[in-house]
């Protein structure tokens, strides 16, 4: 229920049965649900715990003079409980802080909290320079926040881990901050979170626990309870996987197929996630895991027949491995240092990357065959070997061993376990995305992608 609506804020009121009540500040990005959704409002609805959710319908980390007519409304009605929880995501983190003291905080939950948009004390992102935009010079010193703002046990929630140069580096100048200069904080550390840290923490009961231990303030329970949701979330894991990859592809192959890991709620996110394990197989190939590259990608293709985890993919595999027919199942597949599998398009007819290799039906793997020291690309259709090949701009498909085709214009550069692919005038080499800081771009490069041959 909405019981102050401003020119920019918004204040929520849930009345619930607990003894403390809920002040919850929402994060950035979450204007188009400021009249409809307020921050933890599920959990409060579900466990019926009083909550007030202060919601924006600007990112505008709560400079605004609305904050003037809701402060009193809460204190009104915190006044009867014993004990007041305030809790925020970064920019709802950064107003937990601010006006703890104000609003007579017990205790503060802060997830990926920032501590000025004084870009001369710590850096500011883009979406906190909207706000800085917005603000005169005066404004902004006065929104680094002073010990004398923050009250109660203050639990700066954040994502630790610096092992790659860079990492989260907008959250570390913040939160050392806050812990050097204001008064009773606590670092509850959550590794591998990035800056939503909350993402890693999700779920109605699992959030519900650490309230319940948060009410006795006991630091070393609610650190314990955190890193032990923390370490089996799904999110979490699949952000470990993400910036440990190239560092540690066997561990992760081990985990993904392990007994342990298939019990793991939601673990459907890693199964699913074609590129990550294309990639995952390129690496362990090219760092001489050769026998667990080859099980994995068999893995992938068995879960998308029986839709199930990769350990039980993995049991069915080993239980029911066939002595491989050396002109059909044991060609090794080509496969891209990102996530791409070499392929022939059937439809557009010719060889095209995908990472959707088990889902489009419109294409067939492309194989590399050795014969008589020559090596082909051929695809496997209907039990039935094919070769690639390539006249005047059109690829084609001719069965192997039939003679008096034109001559095949192309090219495989093979070393020890990667192929180079191209064709003879050079009209079409196979060039695939670059991953870069989560996004992606075109390579131009002189040189054909490298397949691992796999």
């Keep these: ?16 049965t607990s003894d403390y009540i809920l002040i919850t500040f929402a994060s950035a990005d979450q204007t188009d649900q400021a009249h409809h959704r307020y921050f933890l409002q599920p959990i409060a609805e579900k466990y019926q715990l009083s909550c007030l959710g202060i919601t924006t319908k600007i990112d505008n980390f709560y400079q605004h003079s609305d904050m003037h007519h809701i402060i009193p409304l809460c204190n009104e009605i915190t006044q009867n409980y014993q004990k007041v929880i305030i809790i925020g995501l970064s920019m709802g983190a950064y107003a937990a802080l601010k006006f703890s003291a104000e609003l007579h905080a017990n205790i503060v939950f802060a997830m990926g909290a920032r501590y000025t948009l004084d870009a001369s004390v710590a850096s500011v992102c883009g979406i906190m320079q ?22 109660g046990k203050l639990y700066i929630v954040h994502d630790t881990y610096q092992g790659l140069a860079g990492y989260n580096d907008i959250d570390h100048q913040h939160v050392y901050q806050i812990i050097e200069k204001l008064p009773n904080t606590v670092l509850v550390p959550v590794l591998f979170a990035h800056h939503l840290v909350v993402n890693s923490l999700k ?28 370490r089996h979330h799904i999110y979490n894991i699949y952000s470990k996987i993400v910036l440990l990859i190239n560092r540690y592809p066997l561990w ?19 199964f699913d996630d074609y590129e990550k394990n294309l990639t995952l197989i390129y690496l362990l190939k090219i760092k001489g895991h050769h026998k667990e590259s080859r099980n994995l990608l068999q893995i992938c293709f068995l879960r998308m027949l029986l839709n199930c985890s990769f350990y039980e993919a993995d049991q069915t595999h080993k239980e029911h ?3 491989p027919d050396i002109h059909t199942q044991n060609l090794p597949y080509l496969i891209a240092h990102n996530g791409f599998m070499l392929v022939f398009d059937q439809i557009q007819k010719k060889m095209i990357v995908t990472r959707q290799f088990v889902s489009n039906m419109n294409v067939i793997p492309v194989r590399l065959c050795e014969a008589q020291g020559c090596f082909k690309l ?3 259709w209907e039990d039935m070997l094919f070769e690639l090949k390539y006249r005047e701009e059109i690829i084609y498909l001719v069965p192997l061993h039939v003679k008096g085709q034109a001559k095949d214009m192309i090219v495989i550069e093979k070393q020890e ?13 196979f060039y695939v995305e670059s991953l870069e800081n989560n996004g992606f771009h075109q390579t131009q490069s002189n040189k054909p992608e490298q397949f691992a041959i796999v």
Excluded: W
Aim: with cysteine; proline share 4%; glycine share 2%.
């Design 130 to 151: 909207r706000t800085v935009d917005r603000l005169d010079p005066y404004s902004i010193q006065e929104t680094t926040i002073h010990p004398h703002e923050v009250s």
């Design 203 to 230: 779920g109605s009961e699992e959030f519900k626990s650490i309230l319940d231990i948060l009410v006795t303030e006991d630091d070393p329970k609610i650190i314990r309870q955190v890193v032990k949701i923390r």
């Design 378 to 380: 051929v695809c496997i």
């Design 252 to 270: 992760i192959y081990k985990l993904l197929i392990s007994k342990k890991f298939s019990y793991i709620k939601n673990n459907d996110l890693l």
């Design 321 to 323: 491995m066939v002595p």
């Design 417 to 429: 376990h990667t192929a180079m692919i191209y064709t003879l005038d050079h009209q079409l080499c």
């Design 1 to 16: 229920m909405v019981i102050f609506e401003g020119e920019e804020l918004l204040l929520h009121y849930h009345e619930g």
